[in-house]
């Protein structure tokens, strides 16, 4: 049936390459819809559900960070994968802060390219959380995995998928280092550890959210040379 394939939302103005984009992806048998501005892109997620938002930056109109940012007010589920012609890591930040799950620089391979998205695909499915509601806590903070939300000391925020499943890995593996393999491989479905400056930025994000002191961090704690460990009490100094 085609209403079980993947349904993805390409918002790019770029026409041959949206084209093309279109080709390989419905080649793969996922189901393509094409806008080419932002401001066509959220009325489309009005009405229909996505299993995947690919968000060119520059866009007529609307840029592609604040369709991301709009996108997040309303739903912090759906996987956002930016594409993007610049590569300023300033941007490469301001796409991922917006609310972004992973991002490409143009130009890229198409086999990268389906990979990313047959990645982001993947990810819905790795986590299942207990279907009772419970607060993780630690420090001044409460998660709840399951509703994707947070309470921490500057205030409630709601979690993105990626989040929380980068959040739940954390919390399964507590007290242990948890290499930028392992996170890459479990929480965006790469096989390499090519993307750690991602991985990095997300780490800063959560350390944003949770950390009494970011610049310091207690929580998420950084294990030189391996990747990162969760503790909870945020007793041990980072190494």
Excluded at 6 to 16: G, S
Excluded at 19 to 39: A, D, K, P, Q, W
Excluded at 79 to 89: G, H, Q, V
Excluded at 147 to 158: F, L, P, V
Aim: charged share 30%; with cysteine; aromatic share 10%.
């Amino acid at each position: 049936m085609t209403d079980d394939k993947p349904h993805i939302l390409l918002v790019e103005d770029e026409i041959n390459l949206a084209r093309g984009i279109c080709f390989n992806l419905e080649m793969e048998e996922y189901r393509v819809s094409h806008v080419e501005t932002g401001e066509e892109a959220l009325v489309r997620l009005n009405v229909d559900r996505f299993s995947l938002v690919i968000l060119d930056v520059m866009l007529p109109g609307m840029d592609g960070f604040s369709v991301c940012r709009e996108i997040r007010k309303s739903d912090t589920k759906v996987p956002i994968l930016i594409l993007t012609a610049r590569s300023d890591e300033g941007d490469r930040i301001t796409g991922l802060e917006s609310g972004a799950d992973d991002y490409l620089t143009k130009p890229f391979s198409l086999n990268e390219f389906l990979l990313r998205v047959k990645g982001m695909l993947k990810r819905s499915a790795w986590y299942r959380p207990d279907p009772v509601e419970e607060a993780y806590r630690f420090g001044d903070n409460e998660v709840f995995l399951l509703s994707y939300h947070a309470r921490t000391a500057q205030g409630e925020i709601d979690l993105t998928d990626l989040e929380v499943r980068m959040l739940s890995l954390f919390f399964q593996k507590e007290g242990e280092a948890v290499t930028r393999k392992q996170l890459l491989e479990r929480v965006w479905g790469y096989a390499t550890d090519a993307e750690t400056r991602t991985l990095d930025n997300f780490i800063v994000r959560l350390r944003k959210y949770f950390e009494p002191d970011p610049a310091s961090p207690v929580f998420f704690q950084t294990v030189r040379g391996v990747g990162y460990r969760f503790s909870r009490k945020g007793t041990i100094r980072e190494l």
